[in-house]
């Protein structure tokens, strides 16, 4: 059922705080970004406003956003740069929504609260050097040793990736093959000298976010830090990968309204023919093109998240 989310209190109030939010870490992102470095107050400043935890319930101290109104917030938070909502689709659209959607209580309650407050920054781990489209190549591997899981492997451009506290990993049996060889999925805290990670700086844009890589040797996970059960994780993978390819295009969308909003700004104050090329209609058709482009990505966003909405209800 199709419902417009953002009319009632709880979304207007997401979204306000989201455009604060905005307003306040812009200066400080337009910084980070020309000085390609990572920007620690998307952090602090969402923990300012709450935003940490868009998606959790209230029950676990979250702002319980539905996927319409978390859509709207990624839309805004776009504006700012797909550094900054690189952030939030490590953190929650990746990071707490296997962990949400496919965890026991006892999991969401012992990672949940910690990340809706910034003590527990969380990322997702599935992408390594040799396996990023297909998973199924992937070689990291999890054996059982008592009450804990030992863990090795390399996992590779990893949103977060070098300032989370616990990572959504995913391996397969040590030695396993044929239908023995079933992907299961873990939450990682990532202390310990078994877990060592690196930033990666060399990288084509996204400067202020944070990229990294990290590896696993005998690295000890919990028992009770399984995801599910067993060889579900190539299905917690994938549902996963939907509430963060949804909340990419969400931010994409926020780049097309900035972009729109500074061509706008630019054809007021440039001249030439004696009039501000606003006036001219080769310009304006130029500008009417992004804002069809931006309104119907908008519209596939909205409708994309009404659908991931109706099916998780």
């Known amino acids: 059922m199709k419902q417009d989310s953002a009319t009632d209190s709880r979304a207007q109030a997401i979204l306000a705080d989201v455009d604060a939010y905005c307003e306040e870490l812009r200066p400080i992102e ?5 000085e390609h470095r990572y920007n620690k107050q998307t952090v602090e400043l969402a923990k300012k406003y709450n935003l940490l935890g868009l998606i959790a319930p209230e029950s676990l101290g979250g702002r319980a956003a539905d996927s319409l109104t978390y859509a709207r917030a990624l839309i805004r938070i776009g504006r700012e740069g797909t550094g ?4 939030f689709s490590g953190h929650l659209s990746i990071g707490q929504y296997p962990v949400l959607r496919y965890g026991c209580d006892a999991l969401r309650e012992k990672y949940i609260p910690r990340a809706v407050s910034g003590d527990c920054i969380m990322a997702f781990g599935l992408t390594e050097p040799d396996a990023g489209s297909n998973p199924l ?3 990291t591997t999890y054996r059982r040793e008592g009450d804990k899981y030992l863990l090795n492997g390399v996992k590779y451009l990893i949103s977060n990736g070098s300032v989370a506290d616990a990572v959504a ?3 397969y049996p040590e030695g396993a093959t044929g239908k023995d060889k079933r992907m299961s999925a873990f939450v990682v805290d990532t202390a310990g000298d078994t877990f060592v990670a ?3 700086t060399s990288k084509p844009g996204m400067y202020s976010a944070n990229t990294g890589m ?5 690295h000890p996970v919990p028992a009770e830090n399984l995801i599910g059960k067993e060889g579900d994780g190539f299905k917690i993978a994938m549902g996963t990968l939907v509430s963060g390819r949804l909340s990419v295009a969400a931010g994409c969308v926020g ?3 900035d972009c729109l909003t500074e061509a706008m700004d630019y054809s007021t104050m440039r001249e030439q023919h ?3 090329i606003g006036k001219h209609q080769l310009v304006q058709e130029h500008i009417a093109e992004i804002e069809i482009g931006r309104i119907a990505a908008e519209s596939l966003v909205e409708r994309a998240a009404l659908a991931k909405q109706a099916a998780e209800e």
């Open 169 to 171: 990993v995913f391996g």
């Open 255 to 257: 780049v097309i309204e």
């Open 137 to 139: 190549e992937m070689t």
């Open 30 to 34: 337009e910084i980070c970004y020309l």
């Open 214 to 218: 990290f590896e696993m040797t005998d």
């Open 198 to 200: 690196e930033e990666l």
């Open 84 to 87: 900054v909502r690189t952030f």
């Open 274 to 276: 004696g009039k501000p």
